[in-house]
């Protein structure tokens, strides 16, 4: 594999030569979900993020450039992707609306 650009998956680290990406430390959130959803974060040589699934440490990993991570979280911190993972809400009836007689 030719050496991957910012932004792309890269193929597992083991199989592609990249035996570097064993050496970064990598970080849960300590918000994460209990149920072992998590996602880890760690500094890359040359100044790099990368992203990978903690179930799947040897798997993929999204790598971004500085400037692109930080824009990421900018856009985190305007509630830019508030919308995504949420539950969808219950079609029908509320509970306010099966009162009888109130409003």
């Known amino acids: 594999m030719a050496n991957p650009t910012w932004g792309e998956v890269l193929e597992r680290p083991s199989e592609a030569g990249l035996s570097w990406l064993a050496g970064p430390s990598w970080i849960k959130s300590s918000l994460s979900f209990s149920n072992g959803d998590r996602v880890e974060v760690a500094s890359l040589p040359g100044g790099g993020v990368g992203v990978r699934d903690s179930k799947d440490p040897s798997g993929p990993v ?3 450039t500085p400037g692109e991570w930080q824009a990421f979280l900018g856009d985190l911190q305007n509630g830019e992707f508030d919308r995504f993972g949420r539950r969808p809400k219950r079609q029908g009836m ?3 609306s099966r009162r009888i007689g109130g409003p």
Do not use: E, G, M
Request: net charge positive; hydrophobic share 50%.
């Open 94 to 96: 509320t509970l306010q």
């Open 62 to 64: 999204l790598r971004f």
